[in-house]
């Protein structure tokens, strides 16, 4: 496989390891972006985004001389042979994906891409997107390819350099063919399709984990009242190798960059040909559903009202391991605590302040102090390692609510407190005879 000259437009968190794993690579990689600071940050090796090893392959492509940094799309593409937009969109009006800033850039670099460069949609963008692409390019040399991102925050440089997949979709089976060789390095089973259907396996897949989320979600109240235990259920069922283990875990509801906006917009896009999504649909309830049972249960731990009462919030950020507060359902129970007249005071290990409505502080032991209850809301593994005896003797409450079944219930029994997850048997338990 011969290196290939790419730029990359969006240095956000799909772009960016992007960028950097295409360098490693091997690829003479160019990353654009609009804000001039970031890319200087950038260009210094400084990286925002909270995500294990992109630093390390940012610096390192620097160091290579195969991963550069400029201001503007068109910059970057001037000696591309392969361009990817990895650009912003978020939901719209109805729930629709906002098209504006991919728009934007193919109409920005039309008159300045190399004659027969591939462009490449990064971005999760609607059935359609390919050919409304290749019309604002209007250019009969230049092929579009959907390639989407199975990227999850976190875990995003692991999954790019050993993806389950790699789904390439285009009209023209050439252009298809050079991105798939882009990515011949790192063995995976590379599915070959047509754009529409490239455009739609993001969505149809997003949309079942949200689904499987939801369900979960949805077993765990039941097992509440009919005294199953959640963990116990989901250990049976992900046994199934036709269900498998992952996306079993109950919590506060589902989050993040991607699985909100995404379920919303293939309400939106059924909605536009006719098709009612029920099952999308009712999923986002649910989700709902699960944000609000997170405050039920801190409200009861609190005596029935939370006016004026504190509230010891740990983790903000939408899953451990990101700094990100996008669609948090972290975020969102403390939010809906405020509105009910709690007074929080929150730590999460990768968010920085401030934050409305709440304060922020740098430590897990001050944001317990002084609280009626306490309440996790991020699985960060420092919290299953805390003085749970000094954490008792700081608060004035006695219960802390698990809303991702993280904590040692035993360990928390020890100091005193009264433990409090999602799924497990509540004091009425039906008997059937």
Avoid at 66 to 95: N, Q
Avoid at 169 to 175: E, F
Avoid at 184 to 198: E, F, I, N, R, Y
């Amino acid at each position: 496989m011969f290196a290939r000259r790419i730029a990359v437009v969006g240095t956000g968190y799909v772009g960016l390891t992007t960028g950097a794993c295409l360098a490693s690579l091997g690829h003479r990689v160019v990353c654009a972006d609009v804000d001039s600071l970031k890319v200087a940050r950038l260009r210094a090796g400084q990286v925002d985004i909270l995500e294990p090893g992109l630093a390390e392959l940012v610096v390192e492509g620097r160091a290579a001389g195969r991963l550069e940094f400029v201001v503007g799309a068109a910059a970057a593409v001037a000696e591309a042979e392969v361009v990817f937009l990895c650009l912003p969109t978020p939901m719209g009006a109805g729930g629709a994906a906002d098209l504006s800033a991919v728009e934007s850039v193919a109409a920005e670099i039309s008159g300045v891409l190399p004659y027969g460069t591939v462009v490449v949609t990064k971005s999760t963008v609607p059935v359609g997107t390919s050919a409304r692409v290749r019309a604002l390019l209007g250019r009969e040399d230049v092929a579009v390819v959907s390639n989407p991102e199975f990227l999850r925050e976190g875990t995003a440089v692991e999954d790019f350099l050993h993806p389950d997949r790699i789904v390439v979709g285009s009209d023209s089976p050439q252009a298809a063919e050079r991105v798939a060789a882009l990515f011949a390095k790192l063995g995976a089973p590379t599915v070959l399709m047509d754009a529409a259907s490239a455009e739609m396996v993001k969505y149809a897949a997003n949309c079942f984990l949200a689904m499987k989320l939801s369900y979960v979600n949805a077993v765990a109240e039941l097992c509440e009242l009919l005294g199953a235990d959640i963990e116990s259920v989901s250990e049976g069922m992900g046994h199934d190798r036709r269900i498998g283990q992952s996306y079993l875990r109950p919590g506060p509801g589902w989050g993040g960059s991607c699985l909100p906006k995404d379920t919303h917009a293939m309400v939106q896009i059924a909605e536009a040909v006719g098709v009612d999504f029920g099952l999308v649909r009712s999923s986002i309830e649910a989700n709902v559903r699960a944000q609000l049972r997170i405050v039920d249960k801190v409200r009861d731990a609190c005596g029935g009202s939370l006016a004026g009462v504190r509230v010891g919030v740990l983790g903000l950020a939408f899953k451990a391991g990101t700094n990100d507060l996008r669609d948090s359902p972290a975020l969102a129970v403390a939010e809906q605590l405020v509105l009910e007249g709690a007074e929080l005071t929150a730590y999460d290990p990768g968010v920085t302040g401030p934050i409305a409505g709440m304060l922020l502080v740098d430590d897990p032991y001050q944001a317990v102090k002084g609280a009626q209850a306490a309440v996790l809301l991020t699985d960060w593994p420092v919290f299953r390692t805390l003085d749970w005896t000094r954490v008792a003797e700081l608060m004035d409450g006695h219960v802390v609510v698990d809303a991702r079944n993280h904590l040692d219930a035993d360990a928390l029994a020890r100091a005193g407190l009264s433990h409090s997850g999602v799924g497990r048997a509540s004091l009425g338990v039906t008997q059937f005879s």
